[in-house]
């Protein structure tokens, strides 16, 4: 079995969560790797939304679209994730993909922060539907901190048993905190 990143082990899940004709949406659009996997998945008849707060960021992730997806079926948002309610209706998403901490790359200043992300996370929910899928990768320490990473699994510790699956692993035997993988499943 070949070495699995984190991104990796979550993108299994999300392969068996998006269908033909879904909509999804990234929030954290990054490098446009995620972007581009659910642009596949949810094929010529579904959508995806991808957010994005570095103009940068969406840039590539244009590029990486235009070079690498057979459909033209994604919007590129230059806006907080925390406002994604205002782009998609509550209870019609099938997949939202969250990968906090900074653009791989990047200004490490520039990171994803508590005073966005919660909300963000929140909203989120209103807008999976039923049997929809949170996938999140939690990344901490160095440049960022803890300070979000405990913030997030705070919040997801809170949620409702009875609406939401919440499936956290780790990566048990590596250094240097290592990123948290979370998968949220909306029950009802």
Sequence with gaps: MKNIQITGWCSRFIEEQVQEGDLCIDATAGNG????????????TGHVLAFDIQRDALDHTKEKLLKESPFQNCKCILDSHSNMEAYASPDTVSCIVFNFGYLPGGDHTISTRIKT????LSSSLKLLKK????SLCIYSGGDTGFEEHD???SWLKSLDPHCYLVIKSEFYNRPNHPPVPVLVIRLK
Excluded: E, Q
């Design 117 to 120: 992300s919660i909300p963000a």
């Design 131 to 134: 049997g929809g899928l949170l």
């Design 33 to 44: 790797s995620d972007t581009l996997l659910l642009s596949r998945l949810c094929g010529s």
């Design 151 to 153: 913030a997030v699994l």
